[in-house]
Structure formats: C-alpha cells, structure tokens
C-alpha cells in the first residue's frame, strides 16, 4: 500500500478529554483525539489493524491552538489500536527532537498491547551527538494504545469494596513489592506467586491481620521499562522507578493467563481490581508509589518513545542548552510547570482513584514536582499541582505521602510541605538507628525524634501524625542487614559496589554478614526487637518494610533495584516465626496504649483539670535531663513517661518508656506507685496490661523503686489510674 493513500484529515474535535476516546458526533460513532505538542509542524493518529501489526489509517490532525492539535475520526469507537507521530524541527539545543519515523505512545493512553522489553533501545541519539536521527520506522516494535470506553471502566469500579478510610492515627504502613513480597510464598498457588491476585490472597490476608498492618504501600504498578544499561548487563528493573506510562497497570504483575501470548489487557485491569477489593473487604488500602519526577525516556540519549517525540522542550525542564535537567537522578525531570503537565499528573491520579479504587499515593522525589520554571527550578510547597490536589474533590481526601527531597539543588525539604501532607522522615530512621546500633546520637535528636519531630513539622497546624517513621524501606539495608552488616555488598547490581547509600549507620556485632556465633546471632536479635519497638512507640505513622518481620536479608544489598531473584524476592519458609510474632504484639500494643500513638503535639505541662503532664523526660536518676544532659553523645539512656488518653477523654493509665542503648545494666528510677512492665524488647516478650491498679497480672510482679535495666533494651511499664481519679 502507498504510505500517503491512507492519510486523511480529521474533521474537527473538541480539546478536551486529553487521549483519545469515544466520541459520538451528530449520531455517528467516532474517536476524538487531543494530543498536547505545541512546538510541532504536525500530529498524526496511526490507526493499526486488530493485531496491532499493520498500519490502516493516518489522521491528520488539526492545530487548535494553545498547544493542542485535535481531531474527531469517525468509524472508529472502543478497542480501537493506536499510536502517534508528531513533525517538526530537529534542533537538539532547542530542545526540539521531533522524528515522524518513531511511532510514539500517547501520554494518555489507558492501554497497551504489545512488549515493552527492548524498548529502552529505541534511541534517535544513542551517542548524544546531536545528529539527526536516521530514517528507519520503529512502529512494529512499539506497543500500540487501546481506545477504552472511559464510563465502563468507571462502572468495574463501583464493584470494588468502599474504602476503609483508616484514620491517620490508627494507620500502620506496610511497605511492599508485588513480586517480592508472594514470589517465594509456600502457601501461595504457584499461578498466585509474583501477582496483584496473591498478594491478596488468603495466606497474605491472614498475615497482614496478623501483623496487624491497616495500609499496603506498594512499589511501582504502572507500566515501567527496564533501562538499557540493565538489559546490557542481563539485568531488570524490579522496583520499577521507570515509568512508561501512568495510566496502565504494569502486566508483570498479572497471572499468566492473563499476560500470555495474547495479552488480556481488560484481565489486567481486572486482577488489579480484584485485588484492591479483597484487601479492602479486610479493612486494608492501598496506597501506590508513584513516580511523576522522571520517565523512562532517561536523558539525551536515552529512547523517543512518548513525550520526547511530542515536544521534548515543552513535556521536560530544560537548561538553556536544550539538555535536560536531571533534578531526578534518572536523566530527565518533567516540567510541571506546564499546565499540561500538571493535567497529566491529576487525570492519571484520579483514574487510580476512580477506576481502580486505590486509597491514596506515595509521591517518589517529591520536591521535584514542587520545581517551579519561575523562580529559577526553586521548590514552592504551594507549586500548581499541590494547589490543585488540595482542591480536587476525588484527591484531597485520599493519604498523601511525599519522600521530601530530590538530587537538585536544596533538594533536601523534611518538613516543608503544606498540611494536607505526610513525608518520610528520615531523621527518624538515621536517629533511631544510630541510637540503638552505636552511632553518635544525643539524649535531645532521640526525644525529638521519639515526639514526632516538632522541629520538622510543627508548623501551618500540621501535627505528629505528618511524619512518616521508618527504619527501613526499599531504598537501603532490610532491619536483617542493617544488624548484620557495617558495609554495603551490592557487587551483584554490576557497578562494582558504586552504587547505594554509603552511609547506613549500621552494626554487624563484630562479624560481617552471615554468622553461626549465639552471641553474635543474639545480640542482632536484641538489636532488632529494640529497633521495631521504637518504631511503633515513637508518636507519628509507623512504616514496616515487608520481610524485615521475619528477618529476610538481601545478602547487604543496599540497592536491590535490580535483582529480580531470591536476594530480594521474601524467604517465607525460613522466617523468623517469633520476631513476627514480637512484631504482631507491638501493633496490638500500639492499639490499646493512647500513649503510644498521641495525635496531638506534647506540651509537658499540668492541665486545667489537674492532669499531670502529658509527657515528662526522665534520666536513669529520675529526674527531667539538664541542658547539658540532652545533647551530651555518650549518654544512652532516656526514659519518659505519657499521660494521655483517647482523644477528647481522660486517661486510663500512665506509660513509661525506657531506652537503654548503653553497655552495662542501669538501674532506671521509676515514678511513685507500683508499675507493670507490659513490654521488654531484651528478651522479646509482652505481657498482659493490667486493668486497674489493684489487677494481678500474669506477667511479672509489679516494680518498685530502681529496678535494673539491661542493655540494649527498650522496655514500656503503664501504672493503671483509678477510675475517675486520673491524678497518679
């Protein structure tokens, strides 16, 4: 067939929705085509056939103004398979790329068919040379887009189970990969193993009741490329920080049957949505990772596939020599101080919300999307996109949680962000750790820290519950490794141990990685429990890294982004039985003691009502630490003790909280009265919590005085209130 006998002009459309889509006109049925490339000379739709192998039509379609070429084509509806080309200048310090020889993926796209696997080498300018791209078409190896009827995937969606709206204060995180948390689950059906469909499953539901986990925080489900430096090495992109599209749930994680030879695209949906449904009947969201900072075309030489062949000057942030700014680390940030850019990023947010019912998002490099063009690539915790998800009716109310920094410059914005949102805080988790593992750390960064970190967020009527508390996630050691090694071990990414964090506060107990010694294997015990225990005694939102509960080790792998394999994949059949179990009680605990999870910022002072102080600092001798005391390193060693109840009622009990970090036994000084220990991390155990002042408990008696406390320990005591006299 003559390539130009098949060119028609579209009739003219309308410029909104964004994408192509159903549109009936004057009672024929038709697609309507937007497509955002104001510096284009041209914008082609390329219409395939029903296998997606041969092109049949090409519409022209019309420039409309403000950047947006549209067009209406009739005789076309749902299902139909497409892709685009744009025309225009090739004029590399511009930043103009155009090439009408790449068939492109349409940013709006809500399906695709076809395989991903090679396309990281689809480059125009391999060497960053700033040649003009060669002549050859590309379309047989890019996957084409699906129209879908936009109002039927609505309505699959009203069949998911309504949204457990968990309340901050009640929310315990579980961060986890879709394949790496059920790949190597013993229970799981073998055709359940690596899918959205198993980590639903009854196996997984039992252990996240168990855990007592309200919040599945998953990495990357939409659509992701491995990059080229990865399949050069044989290699793949498992956590998926490489996104292709933002609309389309990634097929890797669906059964076989429905990824097979003939991808059932309208199945994947399904399974995503089966999914969110059976953890939702369990009362569990789901909260996605999502990565609106960069794409996977990666810098200059990396692959035309999507946005670079559209208008590469107008979809990236750009410096004056056409290069791309790299505020990601990846190769590319995109501009989000386009308005279309800022569409693109709510219209994808809001069809996970609506057409797949997630509960809320978890915003990777954040401070990227907070660049604004205006004030030089400054970040603006009011930037445009904020502003907009604050407002919109479908987005406000879901979780919101940002990682607040980037590589750019002043990238670094721990607590910066407006209210409304909740941020990884990773003081939290260097503090912690150097508390407990024998780094430097004072009295005063634990207690800060401890308190939910008002020096961070108190601000703008922001509270406790906006700090995200982790020891470990994703990015760095597992709570195995980080007890097990002094050094990162990441020969196996195959960039000779360059990559990863280097500074990891971590401790081995004198042997570095695996050991057969007791003592050596109990102290990482002690370690561990201590570690958890301040997690989910600390005030803010507790976030577990799944397998760090039954000690999976990723061989001190630091930066396991690429190890599809058993180093990241979860060893459920040799986990630690009893530190999930230590785990399981620590929730419970959190749940019942008001203390252990305060919404509301600490005064430690007396109330109106007489009420003691609703926190006091303590040092081993009992008393409130001196200036010096709080910021000396070497001390390791600090007590308190909370007064609260459930908001809006008085408190039922008083809980002291003691960690000792140091190298011999104290004796810690407790306050008047008999108290109850209901928790010692030392030996891994909790006990029952007494009712009233005068219970027996079926734990150890009641302490007195000075008891001894023996390192590394974390220990909580409650002294029940008579009822109705809340006054020790």
Same mark, same amino acid.
């Given at each position: 067939?003559n390539?130009?006998?098949f060119?028609?002009l579209?009739?003219p459309?309308?410029?909104?929705?964004?994408?192509?889509?159903?549109?009936?006109?004057?009672?024929?049925e038709?697609?309507?085509?937007v497509?955002?490339a104001?510096?284009?000379?041209?914008?082609?739709?390329?219409?395939?056939?029903?296998?997606g192998?041969?092109?049949?039509?090409?519409?022209?379609?019309?420039?409309?103004?403000?950047?947006?070429w549209?067009?209406w084509?009739p005789? $076309?509806?749902?299902?139909?398979?497409?892709?685009?080309?744009?025309?225009?200048? !090739?004029?590399?310090?511009q930043?103009?790329?155009?090439?009408?020889?790449?068939l492109?993926?349409d940013?709006w @796209?809500?399906?695709?068919?076809?395989?991903?696997?090679a396309?990281?080498?689809?480059?125009?300018?391999?060497?960053?040379?700033?040649?003009?791209?060669?002549?050859?078409?590309?379309?047989?190896r890019?996957?084409?887009a699906?129209?879908?009827?936009?109002?039927?995937?609505?309505?699959?969606?009203?069949?998911?189970a309504?949204?457990?709206?968990?309340p901050?204060?009640?929310?315990?995180l579980?961060? @986890? $990969?879709?394949?790496?948390?059920?790949?190597?689950h013993p229970?799981?059906?073998? &055709?359940?193993?690596?899918?959205?469909?198993?980590?639903?499953?009854?196996p997984?539901? &039992?252990?996240?009741?168990? =855990?007592?986990?309200? *919040?599945?925080?998953l990495?990357?489900?939409?659509?992701h490329?491995?990059?080229?430096?990865?399949i050069?090495?044989?290699l *793949?992109?498992?956590?998926?920080?490489n996104?292709l599209?933002?609309?389309?749930?990634?097929p890797?994680f669906?059964?076989?049957?429905?990824?097979g030879?003939?991808? %059932? #695209?309208?199945?994947i949906?399904?399974?995503?949505?089966?999914?969110?449904?059976?953890?939702?009947r369990?009362?569990?969201?789901?909260?996605?990772?999502?990565?609106?900072? $960069?794409?996977?075309?990666g810098g200059?030489?990396?692959?035309?596939l999507?946005?670079?062949?559209?208008d590469?000057?107008?979809?990236?942030a750009?410096?004056? $020599?056409?290069?791309?700014?790299?505020?990601?680390?990846?190769? /590319?940030?995109? /501009?989000?101080?386009?308005?279309?850019?800022?569409?693109?990023?709510?219209d +994808?947010?809001?069809?996970?919300?609506?057409?797949?019912?997630?509960?809320?998002?978890?915003?990777?490099?954040?401070?990227s999307?907070?660049r604004?063009?205006?004030?030089?690539?400054?970040?603006?915790p009011?930037?445009?996109?904020?502003?907009?998800?604050?407002?919109?009716?479908?987005?406000?109310p879901?979780?919101h949680?940002?990682?607040? !920094?980037?590589?750019?410059?002043d990238?670094?914005?721990?607590?910066?962000?407006?209210?409304?949102?909740?941020?990884?805080n990773?003081?939290?988790?260097?503090t912690?750790?150097?508390?407990?593992?024998?780094? &430097?750390?004072?009295?005063?960064?634990?207690?800060?820290? =401890?308190?939910?970190?008002?020096?961070?967020?108190?601000?703008?009527?922001r509270?406790?519950?906006?700090?995200?508390?982790?020891?470990?996630?994703?990015d760095?050691?597992?709570?195995?490794?980080?007890?097990?090694?002094?050094?990162?071990?990441?020969?196996?990414?195959?960039?000779?141990?360059?990559?990863?964090? #280097?500074?990891?506060? +971590?401790?081995?107990?004198?042997?570095?990685?695996?050991?057969?010694?007791?003592?050596?294997?109990?102290?990482?015990?002690?370690?561990?429990?201590?570690?958890?225990?301040t =997690?989910f005694?600390?005030?803010?939102?507790?976030?577990?890294?799944?397998?760090?509960?039954?000690g999976?080790?990723?061989?001190?792998? /630091?930066?396991a982004?690429c190890?599809? /394999?058993?180093?990241?994949?979860?060893?459920?059949?040799?986990?630690?039985? %009893?530190?999930?179990?230590?785990?399981?009680?620590?929730?419970?605990?959190?749940?019942?003691?008001?203390?252990?999870?305060?919404?509301?910022?600490?005064?430690?002072?007396? +109330?109106?009502?007489?009420?003691?102080p609703?926190?006091?600092?303590?040092?081993?001798q009992?008393?409130?630490?001196?200036?010096?005391?709080?910021?000396?390193?070497?001390?390791?060693?600090?007590a308190?003790?909370?007064?609260?109840?459930e908001?809006?009622?008085?408190?039922?009990?008083r809980?002291?909280?003691?960690?000792?970090?140091?190298?011999?036994?104290?004796?810690?000084?407790?306050p008047?009265?008999?108290?109850?220990?209901?928790?010692d991390?030392r030996?891994?155990?909790?006990?029952?919590?007494?009712?009233?002042?005068?219970?027996?408990?079926a734990?150890p008696?009641?302490?007195?005085g000075?008891p001894?406390?023996?390192p590394?320990?974390?220990?909580?005591?409650?002294?029940?209130?008579?009822?109705?006299?809340?006054?020790?």
């Amino acid at each position: 067939m003559n390539p130009r006998a098949f060119d028609r002009l579209s009739e003219p459309g309308r410029p909104w929705p964004m994408g192509v889509t159903p549109r009936t006109l004057a009672g024929q049925e038709g697609v309507n085509a937007v497509v955002f490339a104001p510096h284009a000379h041209a914008v082609m739709v390329c219409v395939f056939d029903a296998e997606g192998h041969r092109e049949i039509e090409r519409w022209h379609l019309r420039c409309h103004g403000d950047g947006l070429w549209c067009g209406w084509m009739p005789g $076309h509806g749902a299902g139909m398979l497409y892709g685009l080309r744009a025309d225009g200048p !090739w004029k590399p310090e511009q930043g103009h790329r155009y090439n009408p020889h790449r068939l492109l993926i349409d940013p709006w @796209a809500r399906a695709l068919v076809g395989s991903t696997s090679a396309l990281a080498l689809e480059c125009d300018d391999p060497q960053g040379r700033g040649f003009p791209p060669l002549p050859r078409d590309n379309a047989e190896r890019v996957p084409k887009a699906r129209v879908l009827d936009l109002e039927q995937e609505l309505c699959r969606a009203r069949s998911i189970a309504a949204r457990p709206w968990v309340p901050w204060s009640q929310t315990v995180l579980y961060e @986890a $990969h879709v394949k790496s948390a059920t790949a190597l689950h013993p229970d799981l059906e073998p &055709e359940l193993r690596g899918t959205w469909l198993g980590l639903a499953s009854k196996p997984m539901l &039992e252990h996240y009741r168990k =855990l007592g986990i309200t *919040s599945l925080c998953l990495l990357p489900v939409q659509l992701h490329l491995d990059e080229r430096h990865l399949i050069e090495r044989g290699l *793949s992109n498992l956590w998926g920080y490489n996104t292709l599209n933002y609309f389309v749930p990634d097929p890797r994680f669906a059964t076989p049957h429905a990824r097979g030879e003939r991808q %059932d #695209d309208q199945r994947i949906r399904d399974e995503f949505r089966q999914m969110v449904d059976g953890l939702h009947r369990e009362g569990i969201e789901v909260i996605l990772d999502v990565v609106y900072n $960069h794409t996977a075309e990666g810098g200059a030489t990396g692959p035309t596939l999507s946005w670079r062949g559209l208008d590469h000057a107008a979809w990236y942030a750009l410096d004056e $020599h056409g290069h791309p700014m790299n505020f990601s680390g990846c190769g /590319n940030t995109l /501009n989000l101080g386009e308005p279309h850019a800022v569409q693109l990023v709510m219209d +994808s947010l809001r069809w996970w919300a609506e057409a797949f019912g997630v509960d809320g998002f978890r915003f990777d490099l954040a401070v990227s999307l907070g660049r604004d063009p205006r004030l030089d690539w400054r970040f603006h915790p009011a930037h445009a996109l904020f502003t907009a998800m604050a407002q919109d009716p479908v987005l406000a109310p879901l979780k919101h949680i940002a990682e607040p !920094w980037d590589l750019g410059p002043d990238g670094y914005r721990l607590g910066q962000f407006l209210p409304g949102w909740h941020e990884w805080n990773d003081r939290f988790r260097d503090t912690v750790r150097a508390w407990w593992l024998g780094h &430097e750390c004072t009295r005063g960064e634990l207690a800060r820290r =401890l308190a939910g970190s008002s020096d961070r967020f108190e601000h703008d009527g922001r509270l406790p519950l906006a700090s995200i508390n982790l020891i470990t996630a994703h990015d760095g050691f597992t709570l195995a490794d980080l007890t097990s090694y002094r050094h990162k071990h990441n020969e196996a990414n195959g960039e000779d141990n360059r990559d990863g964090a #280097d500074a990891n506060f +971590s401790a081995n107990a004198g042997v570095e990685g695996p050991s057969e010694d007791p003592a050596v294997l109990e102290r990482r015990q002690q370690w561990r429990r201590a570690l958890l225990s301040t =997690l989910f005694c600390a005030q803010g939102v507790p976030q577990l890294l799944a397998g760090d509960e039954i000690g999976h080790s990723q061989r001190g792998n /630091n930066n396991a982004y690429c190890q599809d /394999n058993p180093i990241s994949w979860i060893d459920w059949a040799r986990g630690d039985a %009893d530190l999930c179990s230590f785990v399981a009680t620590l929730t419970a605990l959190r749940r019942e003691l008001p203390a252990l999870r305060h919404p509301l910022w600490f005064s430690g002072q007396w +109330s109106e009502a007489d009420l003691p102080p609703d926190i006091e600092w303590r040092t081993a001798q009992g008393y409130p630490p001196g200036v010096d005391e709080w910021e000396q390193p070497d001390s390791r060693i600090l007590a308190c003790v909370i007064t609260v109840g459930e908001p809006g009622g008085l408190p039922r009990e008083r809980v002291m909280t003691i960690f000792h970090a140091g190298s011999e036994p104290a004796c810690v000084r407790l306050p008047e009265g008999m108290w109850h220990t209901v928790l010692d991390s030392r030996i891994g155990a909790r006990f029952p919590r007494p009712a009233s002042p005068d219970a027996p408990t079926a734990g150890p008696p009641g302490e007195r005085g000075w008891p001894a406390v023996v390192p590394p320990c974390l220990k909580i005591l409650v002294q029940p209130l008579p009822s109705g006299d809340p006054s020790p």
